[in-house]
């Protein structure tokens, strides 16, 4: 964790007359929760290494509406998104680079309806784009010839069809990736989603994250990797629930990447 | 001759009740909203060849992917021969086609080997389904109707698969006595390659049980045919039709994509801006969400009338299979159901939609159940023609939280945190980028 951060809002940007190529939606998550703040800068951190020219919305970014949206308030949700996109075009952004997939799919999906137009990217698509590119290389890096599985997130998989570029960032680590035995369309959910983060779960017989870290601890592998803040959320608690956290890390695919590169 | 009038007699009144039950069935659906489909029609296309036509999404499950494609191909090859009953019934002919000869010979014969194929498959879906042992043919939702209708369609196949062999065989028979009889549609041996096989049990019937047999069995397919197709209004078995419409109009959108409610967006616009310009809401107000059946779209009705009830959504489902009363196929059982019952309330008041004090909401689908769901979409994924329960629960949980102001306390408070913070936990905005300073 060498290099010092420098991320500029887009405000700063303006005062200082630049004109930054891609808006980096940080999300709640990624702004207010602990651990997943590691993630976000571990995204920032890479965008920096590679010169990409970006900024964040600092306090003026807010929630996209997602889980008032998924619990049925779409009159909220309606509100946040067309707030966030009046200020979006204020900054002329084109292209958006999201560290949560429930924000990549609100704005790519479901802004465009209410006139929100912009080339959204997760972070993995964007990262993998940047490694193809030969901007960051990884040698003999942290997680060589590790075993590493990959839980998708349903808002970047079956949502949106992406299941390539995170797998392509871990081979891109030399480590060995292992599927779980429901993976990529097949895969099964965090439990998470659809705003379950933000209640107690109904009834049941098991928690659906413990269900799924079984999938994960089955694979042997030493390090979950993750695409989302919620996901990492649930798998974490998850390996906790099975006292497993001295030998199974649940990690972004982001921090793995700046771990592997020494950034 | 009598036989002729009794067919066309027979014929008329099946039409009738198909006829009146699809008349039903489509009034049914079109109780439910219109909605703007987005996508071009050869993108439609496309995705019905695919799955419906292609059964593109039932390989996940190879073996019971093959078994149904036989049943499926074997249905459909073998009913060109409804073609020929017709005639036959019609104009009192007997085999009317044995005259371009190879070729019938070489349909009949693979008519034959397909409905032996139906058959086999039949039993096993049969013993499969009821052994237990496979747990989406277990759960609570399928008690009662729903496994009748499963085994009595299975038991109505193999008897008209046997039908149809049982008339070959007698056919078959027929060659070994009489065979240069002038009266006898004479259709080659080869033409009976399975039925030929266990004719032997015929073996020693006179001419006349023979012709009797083989009379029966022919009346017996072709009203167990025309029978299927008016009870395939009443059951599951739609599916056999709808597949095709179902997945036309499904969603083209990722599966992510939720629709944003136009009447909202209205009001939100007209929130943010007095001033703004919206049009007026199209037919009067509506309810924000669906709290019954007429709130939902008419997508969302046609996927109830196709569902199979073949119960892969709620097996992939992460709340059901963690043991909440959440059944995705439930809520596509369900919304057919009410809607069955509105449409008989409205046929037994003139076609006028009665207040009956029920609805979709609660009578049916229970809040619980609603809130179960991760919005992870396996379930769409999952269903082999296309549907969409997703698209249900959320509109069933607005109208909960838009018209009710209902929801968990702790959704109530992850509102009011979005409301005034921005976010959905009590944080202070202005704390949304202390990440870059430490
Ligand atoms: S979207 Fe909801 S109903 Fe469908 S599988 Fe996921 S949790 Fe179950
Ligand atoms: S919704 Fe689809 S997957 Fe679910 S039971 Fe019906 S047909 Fe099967």
């Given at each position: 964790m060498s290099t010092e951060l420098k991320v500029k809002t887009m405000a700063e940007c303006v005062a200082a007359g630049e004109v930054p190529?891609?808006?980096?939606?940080?999300?709640c998550a990624g702004s207010f929760d602990d651990r997943a703040k590691k993630i976000t800068k571990a995204i920032a951190r890479i965008l920096q290494h590679c010169n990409v020219s970006f900024a964040i919305l600092g306090q003026e970014e807010t929630c996209t509406g997602d889980p008032a949206k998924r619990a049925g308030n779409e009159f909220l949700f309606q509100m946040m998104a067309m707030q966030n996109i009046q200020i979006l075009q204020g900054y002329e952004v084109k292209k958006i680079v999201t560290g949560c997939p429930h924000c990549f799919n609100t704005i790519k999906n479901e802004y465009p309806g209410l006139g929100g137009q912009f080339e959204v990217l997760h972070h993995t698509q964007l990262i993998n784009q940047l490694m193809s590119e030969g901007k960051i290389t990884i040698e003999g890096?942290?997680?060589?010839?590790k075993k590493i599985t990959f839980h998708d997130p349903c808002y970047l998989?079956?949502?949106?069809?992406?299941?390539e570029a995170p797998r392509e960032l871990i081979r891109k680590l030399d480590a060995e990736l292992v599927e779980m035995k429901?993976?990529?369309?097949n895969g099964l959910c965090c439990g998470a989603g659809g705003a379950q983060m933000f209640k107690e779960a109904e009834?049941?017989?098991?928690?659906i994250n413990v269900e799924r870290t079984e999938d994960a601890l089955a694979t042997g592998s030493e390090v979950v990797a993750a695409g989302c803040p919620f996901c990492n959320t649930m798998m974490t608690d998850g390996v906790k629930h099975f006292e497993k956290e001295q030998s199974v890390q649940v990690k972004d695919i982001a921090e793995l990447i700046a771990e592997a590169a020494d950034l | 001759m009598i036989a002729q009038i009794a067919f066309v007699l027979l014929l008329a009144t099946a039409s009738f009740f198909i006829f009146k039950r699809f008349q039903f069935v489509k009034r049914n659906i079109l109780l439910g909203r219109d909605v703007q489909l987005a996508g071009e029609p050869s993108q439609r296309w496309s995705t019905m060849i695919r799955?419906?036509?292609?059964?593109?999404?039932?390989?996940?499950r190879p073996f019971a992917a093959v078994m149904h494609l036989i049943l499926y191909a074997g249905f459909i090859i073998i009913n060109i021969e409804v073609l020929e009953i017709l005639i036959d019934g019609l104009?009192?002919?007997?085999?009317?086609?044995?005259?371009?000869?190879g070729l019938y010979t070489f349909l009949i014969a693979t008519f034959e080997v397909l409905a032996l194929l139906v058959l086999v498959a039949c039993v096993v879906f049969l013993v499969r389904r009821n052994a237990g042992s496979i747990k989406r043919f277990t759960m609570?939702?399928?008690?009662?109707w729903p496994q009748n209708d499963a085994n009595l369609i299975l038991i109505t196949e193999i008897l008209l698969m046997t039908a149809f062999l049982t008339m070959n065989a007698c056919d078959y028979q027929l060659n070994q006595i009489i065979?240069?009889?002038?009266?006898h549609t004479y259709v080659s041996d080869a033409a009976f390659p399975i039925s030929s096989i266990w004719s032997g049990v015929l073996e020693g019937s006179s001419q006349n049980a023979l012709h009797l047999i083989e009379r029966f069995c022919w009346w017996f397919h072709i009203i167990g045919i025309l029978a299927f197709i008016v009870y395939l209004s009443y059951s599951k078995h739609l599916h056999i039709i709808l597949a095709f419409p179902n997945t036309y109009y499904?969603?083209?959108?990722?599966?992510?994509t939720l629709n944003n409610l136009q009447s909202v967006t209205n009001e939100v616009k007209l929130m943010l801006d007095p001033s703004a310009q919206v049009p007026p809401p199209p037919d009067g107000p509506q309810r924000?969400?669906?709290?019954?059946?007429?709130?939902?779209?008419w997508v969302n009705l046609m996927n109830a009338y196709s569902c199979?009830?073949?119960g892969r959504c709620t097996s992939e489902c992460p709340a059901n299979q963690t043991?909440?009363?959440?059944?995705p196929r439930k809520i596509m059982m369900d919304t057919r159901d009410r809607l069955e019952e509105v449409g008989r309330s409205m046929d037994a008041s003139g076609g006028e939609w009665k207040e009956?004090?029920?609805?979709?909401?609660?009578?049916?689908?229970?809040e619980e159940e609603l809130w179960?769901?991760?919005?992870?979409n396996a379930c769409t994924e999952a269903c082999p023609i296309n549907i969409n329960p997703l698209d249900i629960i959320i509109d069933l949980r607005r109208y909960l939280i838009?018209?009710?102001?209902?929801?968990p306390e702790s959704i109530t408070v992850m509102f009011n945190n979005i409301e005034n913070n921005g976010a959905p936990w009590a944080m202070s905005a202005m704390d949304r980028d202390q990440w870059r300073n430490n």
């Amino acid at each position: 964790m060498s290099t010092e951060l420098k991320v500029k809002t887009m405000a700063e940007c303006v005062a200082a007359g630049e004109v930054p190529e891609v808006l980096f939606w940080v999300g709640c998550a990624g702004s207010f929760d602990d651990r997943a703040k590691k993630i976000t800068k571990a995204i920032a951190r890479i965008l920096q290494h590679c010169n990409v020219s970006f900024a964040i919305l600092g306090q003026e970014e807010t929630c996209t509406g997602d889980p008032a949206k998924r619990a049925g308030n779409e009159f909220l949700f309606q509100m946040m998104a067309m707030q966030n996109i009046q200020i979006l075009q204020g900054y002329e952004v084109k292209k958006i680079v999201t560290g949560c997939p429930h924000c990549f799919n609100t704005i790519k999906n479901e802004y465009p309806g209410l006139g929100g137009q912009f080339e959204v990217l997760h972070h993995t698509q964007l990262i993998n784009q940047l490694m193809s590119e030969g901007k960051i290389t990884i040698e003999g890096g942290a997680f060589k010839g590790k075993k590493i599985t990959f839980h998708d997130p349903c808002y970047l998989g079956r949502a949106n069809g992406e299941y390539e570029a995170p797998r392509e960032l871990i081979r891109k680590l030399d480590a060995e990736l292992v599927e779980m035995k429901r993976s990529k369309a097949n895969g099964l959910c965090c439990g998470a989603g659809g705003a379950q983060m933000f209640k107690e779960a109904e009834q049941g017989l098991k928690e659906i994250n413990v269900e799924r870290t079984e999938d994960a601890l089955a694979t042997g592998s030493e390090v979950v990797a993750a695409g989302c803040p919620f996901c990492n959320t649930m798998m974490t608690d998850g390996v906790k629930h099975f006292e497993k956290e001295q030998s199974v890390q649940v990690k972004d695919i982001a921090e793995l990447i700046a771990e592997a590169a020494d950034l | 001759m009598i036989a002729q009038i009794a067919f066309v007699l027979l014929l008329a009144t099946a039409s009738f009740f198909i006829f009146k039950r699809f008349q039903f069935v489509k009034r049914n659906i079109l109780l439910g909203r219109d909605v703007q489909l987005a996508g071009e029609p050869s993108q439609r296309w496309s995705t019905m060849i695919r799955v419906a036509l292609g059964q593109g999404k039932m390989f996940t499950r190879p073996f019971a992917a093959v078994m149904h494609l036989i049943l499926y191909a074997g249905f459909i090859i073998i009913n060109i021969e409804v073609l020929e009953i017709l005639i036959d019934g019609l104009f009192g002919t007997h085999r009317v086609f044995a005259g371009i000869g190879g070729l019938y010979t070489f349909l009949i014969a693979t008519f034959e080997v397909l409905a032996l194929l139906v058959l086999v498959a039949c039993v096993v879906f049969l013993v499969r389904r009821n052994a237990g042992s496979i747990k989406r043919f277990t759960m609570p939702e399928l008690k009662g109707w729903p496994q009748n209708d499963a085994n009595l369609i299975l038991i109505t196949e193999i008897l008209l698969m046997t039908a149809f062999l049982t008339m070959n065989a007698c056919d078959y028979q027929l060659n070994q006595i009489i065979i240069k009889d002038a009266s006898h549609t004479y259709v080659s041996d080869a033409a009976f390659p399975i039925s030929s096989i266990w004719s032997g049990v015929l073996e020693g019937s006179s001419q006349n049980a023979l012709h009797l047999i083989e009379r029966f069995c022919w009346w017996f397919h072709i009203i167990g045919i025309l029978a299927f197709i008016v009870y395939l209004s009443y059951s599951k078995h739609l599916h056999i039709i709808l597949a095709f419409p179902n997945t036309y109009y499904s969603k083209l959108q990722a599966p992510g994509t939720l629709n944003n409610l136009q009447s909202v967006t209205n009001e939100v616009k007209l929130m943010l801006d007095p001033s703004a310009q919206v049009p007026p809401p199209p037919d009067g107000p509506q309810r924000f969400g669906a709290k019954d059946v007429n709130d939902l779209s008419w997508v969302n009705l046609m996927n109830a009338y196709s569902c199979t009830e073949c119960g892969r959504c709620t097996s992939e489902c992460p709340a059901n299979q963690t043991g909440k009363l959440l059944s995705p196929r439930k809520i596509m059982m369900d919304t057919r159901d009410r809607l069955e019952e509105v449409g008989r309330s409205m046929d037994a008041s003139g076609g006028e939609w009665k207040e009956d004090g029920k609805s979709l909401l609660r009578d049916y689908i229970t809040e619980e159940e609603l809130w179960a769901c991760t919005s992870c979409n396996a379930c769409t994924e999952a269903c082999p023609i296309n549907i969409n329960p997703l698209d249900i629960i959320i509109d069933l949980r607005r109208y909960l939280i838009m018209e009710e102001s209902k929801s968990p306390e702790s959704i109530t408070v992850m509102f009011n945190n979005i409301e005034n913070n921005g976010a959905p936990w009590a944080m202070s905005a202005m704390d949304r980028d202390q990440w870059r300073n430490n």
